[in-house]
């Protein structure tokens, strides 16, 4: 078996805002949608390429030291956070916090030479939006 695409779900009380974020205020292309029964809806937004990154806890501390300065998963166990790559991380994130996200580290350098910057988006979802510079 191969897989043949990454797609992560998102539950979200307010489907319209979290749509709203990461279509308007990330870019993210609807490429589908669909009703369900009741008020069931779902909507699929695109991303040119996805990867599927697995990390010890060791890492996912470094990555929050270096991101944050600190530990940031507020006090739950992180178990996921949403990377996505952007042309310009200082604009993307005044883009996201203009779109609702919650600001929790502005975008910084790190030693893999990108530029990151930690958002809680929507229904508290962990985002690091990443400018690669090489």
Do not use: C, K
């Not at 042309?87 to 993307?92: G, L, N, P, T």
């Amino acid at each position: 078996m191969s897989a043949r695409q990454l797609r992560l779900v998102l539950e979200t009380d307010d489907l319209d805002a979290a749509v709203a974020f990461y279509r308007d205020a990330l870019g993210l292309p609807v490429q589908e949608s669909y009703d369900g029964e009741g008020d069931a809806r779902v909507v699929i937004l695109g991303i040119p390429s996805a990867t599927l990154e697995l990390a010890n806890r060791s890492q996912v501390e470094f990555i929050d030291r270096v991101e944050v300065g600190a530990p940031a998963a507020h006090g739950y166990p992180l178990t996921m956070r949403v990377a996505l790559e952007v042309a310009d991380a200082a604009s993307a994130t005044e883009a996201a916090v203009a779109g609702g996200a919650e600001l929790v580290a502005a975008p910084v350098e790190t030693p893999w030479r990108s530029l990151n910057a930690r958002l809680e988006g929507p229904d508290g979802v962990a985002l690091t939006l990443f400018q690669e510079l090489d």
